[in-house]
């Protein structure tokens, strides 16, 4: 390339097997648009052929926590401004239709007029190692709560002999007689199939318990590792810190700004004012899974703190109802945590003052 050649701006609209990709100039005449594959080679071939019509200033891509990940992070290792872009939204997509070349045009035009300027996640790093571990424990407790489901509902509908046995058993126990069940060779009778049925369903239980207990034995180093200050805030465990984490990724000073994090947890106030009523709401956006974790910090906050305790008791002498009082903790708890994920000192972190809170 020339030291005169023109300044452009990529765009890529990323699927499974295929990206399309395209480039426009700095007043966002479109130059060209191409489709590769979505492999090593291709991801090389796309920054060449980008490359090939000037000096590439930044490149939109659609998807980089899914389909556009690995692009993304081989366009960040060539050291090409990488910024995350929403799909169009259902009226633009209705007045201008929907194809691959008018996506990848739309993210370039996104990045160019400065409406996309989110930073992805790098997924680099011991945080991206405690997120995919995470997605394996959470489908081995969703198995397990189904397993203790159906066993239930058999329970249920099943013959007086067997219910009786198992009347007034704690869930542990339970599990145990029935993984022991024994139900013989002849399974044309509804008590030998029954008896089958929770004996497979108790051990796929024991099974899934054996794989979680792994899984947090493996989570908990890691999570320590990535983050020992945020552990140290009141109410936060490894469940709720791993999420954390993972919302928050291993580059964290992508959050430009306390504000951007709460944005992104959902617990930024909303005004719902009215004529002389003035108040906030709760936020519906964000990363709801974030959300839940801040929700079941500040609920054991409720429960075990002391000064949290005497803050619910002084805004609801206030005229604050419950949710009210949750979100304005909610929006405490999230400052905490930023400064946490941010490497504040753990002194910093804990003498926050419920005092002022909005």
């Given amino acids: 390339m020339t030291h005169n050649a023109p300044e452009i701006t990529g765009g890529v609209d990323t699927h499974g097997l295929t990206h399309h990709a395209a480039v426009i100039d700095p007043v966002g005449r479109h130059l060209a648009d191409r489709e590769f594959p979505t492999t090593i080679r291709g991801y090389r071939e796309l920054l060449d052929w980008m490359r090939s019509h000037g000096k590439l200033i930044a490149v939109g891509v659609e998807g980089t ?3 556009g990940a690995e692009l993304a992070s081989v366009l960040t290792a060539a050291g090409i401004a990488v910024i995350d872009v929403d799909r169009p939204d259902r009226k633009t997509r209705r007045m201008k239709g929907k194809s691959d070349p008018i996506d990848a045009y739309a993210a370039a035009t996104a990045v160019l007029s400065g409406r996309a300027t989110g930073t992805p996640k790098s997924r680099d790093g011991v945080v991206e190692a405690v997120r995919v571990l995470r ?12 397993a203790m489901n159906q066993i239930r509902g058999l329970l249920v509908s099943a013959p007086a002999m067997l219910r009786e046995q198992t009347t007034g058993m704690d869930r542990a126990a339970l599990i145990r007689a029935l993984a022991r069940l024994r139900p013989g060779d002849d399974l044309s009778r509804p008590l030998a199939a029954t008896r089958a049925a929770l004996r497979r369903l ?29 552990l140290e805030l009141y109410g936060v465990g490894p469940e709720t810190a ?29 005004p719902a004012s009215s004529g002389r009523t003035h ?14 974790a801040l929700h079941t910090i500040v609920l054991v906050r409720m429960r075990y703190d002391e000064r949290t305790r005497a803050y619910v008791e002084r805004r609801t002498k206030e005229g ?31 003498q926050i003052d419920l005092a002022p809170a909005a």
């Fill in 242 to 270: 791993g999420q954390l984490l993972a919302s928050a990724a291993d580059n964290p000073e992508r959050m430009r700004s306390e504000a951007a994090f709460v944005h992104l947890a959902g617990v930024a106030p909303i």
């Fill in 279 to 292: 108040r906030h709401r709760l936020n519906r956006g964000g990363d709801r899974a974030a959300n839940n």
């Fill in 65 to 67: 926590g899914a389909y």
């Fill in 320 to 350: 604050l109802s419950k949710k009210d009082i949750m979100r304005c903790l909610k929006r405490f708890v999230a400052r905490e945590v930023y400064r946490a994920l941010t490497s504040t000192p753990a002194g910093q972190i804990t």
């Fill in 135 to 146: 997605v394996a424990r959470r489908s081995a407790v969703k198995a397990r709560t189904q």
């Fill in 202 to 230: 108790a051990r796929r239980h024991q099974a899934m318990d054996e794989e979680i207990a792994e899984l947090d034995a493996e989570l908990g180093p890691l999570t320590r590792q990535a983050a020992p200050v945020l």
